[in-house]
DNA sequence: CGCCATTATTTGCATTTACAAATAACAGCG
DNA sequence: CGCTGTTATTTGTAAATGCAAATAATGGCG
């Protein structure tokens, strides 16, 4: 166990790479991808989401994710929508299809949830999630002052 | 609050995003980038790894980790040697360029491990390590069967 | 020794990604 | 109402990525 196993970006990167890989290849055969998968799930959580809400809660930059939605649209998963209320934002919407697609997901996604946490007890599995959040939370805090100038 | 801020993955992704993209943002003006920086610290840990040994501790696709090799070759950070014991082997060192460099990175490095965990007290910090190690192993116990068939 | 299955790395190639610039529409103010 | 600065999204373009195939070398075994 060298230095790497004792810093925490490294343990973070290390355990949701592997995660991510292996649930690519999971969903490969349902014609879906990791990113599709992150775009469904924020959907499903909330349908109509702006393209920039999307990119904030899925962490796919904005540019990226027009192209990927492009591909979505065009599977028919996904529909655009000009927002009614301010027409530079563009809603997304899953479509029947996209939910159907969804549905499948799921499952495979909560059998993630558990085998990751494998070994966990409640209290325990609580206590990474809320770690998690904190992380985010303090870097999130060294990056806004950015926006904050002026 | 949605489904989504309970679900590990997501948040696990979310965490390891905001950190990488912060870090890289920071870097990218003394000429590096986050994955050159994983592989300088990994010969920082043991110089002389192999290729394979680099993908396996950075979590970079070996034909990735290829090509961005030949890139901090070019910029000579670090050098290629054929294994002598095997000659199907790489291994991978830094150069004097190169371990100037990695002294750079690894203030900027640490001070990330502090922002990331601030607020954490010393044994909140090592239960989240040791929690992130226990998610990487039990995802990797899912993935190691397929190794062992035959 | 020579063959064969296995392992380590690289290469081919199509896709994904990200930064920066461009476009489109808003909001406030003269 | 028509500027002006800001916000939301897309597009241009070059680089990074990853799967699969190719290459190179090993080890075991007849």
């Given at each position: 166990m060298g230095p790497l196993d004792g810093y925490l970006p490294y343990l973070l990167n290390r355990a949701g790479s592997r995660i991510a890989t292996a649930f690519s290849e999971e969903v490969r055969p349902l014609g879906a991808t990791l990113q599709t998968w992150r775009v469904l799930a924020a959907l499903h959580e909330?349908?109509?989401?702006r393209m920039g809400d999307l990119s904030e809660t899925t962490s796919i930059e904005v540019s990226t994710l027009t192209r990927l939605v492009d591909g979505m649209e065009k599977k028919g998963l996904v529909s655009r929508r000009r927002d009614a209320a301010d027409a530079r934002a563009v809603t997304l919407h899953a479509t029947p299809a996209g939910r159907r697609l969804t549905q499948r997901l799921l499952p495979i996604a909560e059998r993630y949830e558990t085998v990751a946490l494998a070994g966990f007890n409640a209290v325990e599995a609580k206590a990474v999630k809320a770690a998690l959040r904190r992380l985010y939370a303090n870097i999130d805090a060294l990056e806004k002052p950015h926006r904050l100038r002026g």
């Open positions: 909330r349908d109509g989401r």
